[in-house]
Nanobody, 114 residues
């Protein structure tokens, strides 16, 4: 079954950290560029980060540069998003995506609040 399953979201205080994971199955994970998106309440979905097939090419939304790190482990068919120095404005549902397939996960909620 072709699918993406996110995990690792939760409630964290401002300045804290979380690591999101996205488990891929049913396709050749290492052949595809992967992305993390997020959608905050009442706002549109926005691209947070993208990573190339080998993991060496990455791109980030300006507001998360220096705080978030996207990575992947092709041996485990897994995508990650390490989020540090979290801010209340990072609160959103985070979803992984395979752009070339139009495949989306179900999302994981991240809430940054004191």
């Amino acid at each position: 079954q072709v699918q993406l399953v996110e995990s690792g979201g939760g409630l964290v205080q401002p300045g804290g950290s979380l690591r999101l994971s996205c488990a891929a199955s049913g396709f050749t994970f290492s052949s595809y560029v992967m992305r993390w998106y997020r959608q905050a309440p009442g706002k549109g979905r926005e691209l947070v980060a993208e990573i190339g097939t080998s993991g060496t090419g990455t791109n980030y939304k300006d507001s998360v540069k220096g705080r978030f790190t996207i990575s992947r482990d092709n041996t485990k068919n897994a995508l990650y998003l390490q989020m540090n120095s979290l801010k209340p404005e990072d609160t959103a549902v985070y979803t992984c995506q395979v752009p070339r397939m139009g495949l989306w996960g179900q999302g994981t909620q991240v809430t940054v609040s004191s």
